[in-house]
């Protein structure tokens, strides 16, 4: 509505930022998700195990060398 | 409306993290792979004991499959997190479009990311460090990360907050340089580990460290690229409206409202 205003401008018109409550169950549910997931990829069963055994160390044990995660 | 767009924008986000964890992947194979297999080797040649048991996983799965599943499932992650971020940054940092958000999000997380903890505790091969200590690097490593994103977050706030007083510029070089005196006085007082053998030869840890932070360079760039097209595309009407022609613009006012 303001933009409308003053259309010739070359200016690049603000976007509206979404408004945090409608971001938030998201962040909450996916935010903990992605961070189980770089957990599993990057540290489980080194310093602390869920899972016993050495299976998911043995299986990602390259990418976490090599992505900078310490590994053993 | 706002949730579609929040849902639109992390199915985007995660789509451009595989992409980016594909090239990501390719880097570590080919430039990482060889540095990882030469200190395997050496660990190998010095260790005295031998197991003798059967190896869980063979090194050719690690170096292909394993590797392939650690660094995809890393981009996807980051990449979900980053489009979070992406929707809590997108109109709140200053006059930038959905491209030029992305690229500064890309750019400043593998700075605050990686980069910073990196400096501090950098990535090991196999054969450096010691497995007795692995509790306290690792608590360390993730305490690092944590402490500069949260920095990170609070610069951009603070950042924001000194703009209308001090200019865009200067508010920016004045946050930054908060950010870097409290990540300066983590470096100083946090514990260091130097647990290399002597005999670790140190143009292969210099190799390795250098192809991990090509890896995350690959990805971190890859990624604001991919998803700053992606969300330009989403968000901005006419973006493509040089292929596009007139279409655009029905998806462009669900966008905007």
């Known amino acids: ?72 | 409306m706002n949730s579609i767009s929040v849902r639109a924008l992390l199915v985007r986000g995660m789509l451009a993290g595989l992409v980016a964890g594909v090239l990501a992947l390719l880097v570590a194979h080919f430039l990482g792979e060889s540095r990882v297999d030469a200190a395997i080797a050496l660990e190998e040649s010095h260790s005295h004991h031998h197991d003798g048991g059967e190896e869980l996983v063979s090194r050719t799965m690690q170096s292909t499959a394993g590797l392939a599943t650690g660094v995809l499932v890393f981009g996807v992650a980051i990449g979900g997190i980053a489009a979070l971020v992406f929707c809590c940054a997108l109109g709140r940092i200053g006059r930038f479009g959905p491209r030029a958000t992305a690229a500064l999000i890309a750019g400043a997380a593998l700075l605050t990311v990686y980069v910073v903890p990196f400096l501090k505790y950098p990535a090991n091969p196999p054969a450096v460090g010691n497995p007795d200590t692995i509790g306290r690097r690792t608590a360390l490593f993730f305490l690092m990360v944590a402490l500069s994103v949260l920095l990170a977050v609070a610069a951009v706030i603070l950042g924001r907050r000194l703009a209308p007083r001090l200019g865009n510029w200067n508010a920016t070089i004045a946050a930054s340089a908060g950010y870097f005196l409290v990540i300066g006085l983590a470096y100083a007082f946090l514990p260091s580990f130097n647990e290399v053998g002597k005999d670790f030869p140190a143009t292969l840890l210099w190799e390795f460290r250098l192809s991990t932070l090509a890896v995350q360079a690959t990805l971190w760039v890859t990624f604001g690229l991919v998803f700053g097209h992606l969300t330009e595309r989403l968000l901005v009407p006419g973006a493509d409206a040089v292929t596009a022609g007139n279409s655009g613009a029905g998806r462009a006012a669900t966008a905007a409202g």
């Open chain 1, 1 to 72: 509505m303001a933009q409308t205003a003053a259309p010739a401008t070359t200016a690049v018109p603000a976007i509206t930022p979404i408004s945090l409550k409608a971001i938030a169950p998201w962040a909450v549910f996916f935010g903990i998700l992605m961070l189980v997931l770089l957990y599993f990829v990057g540290a489980e069963q080194g310093a602390t195990a869920v899972i016993s055994g050495e299976g998911v160390h043995e299986w990602v044990h390259d990418g976490r060398h090599l992505l900078g995660f310490p590994c053993h």
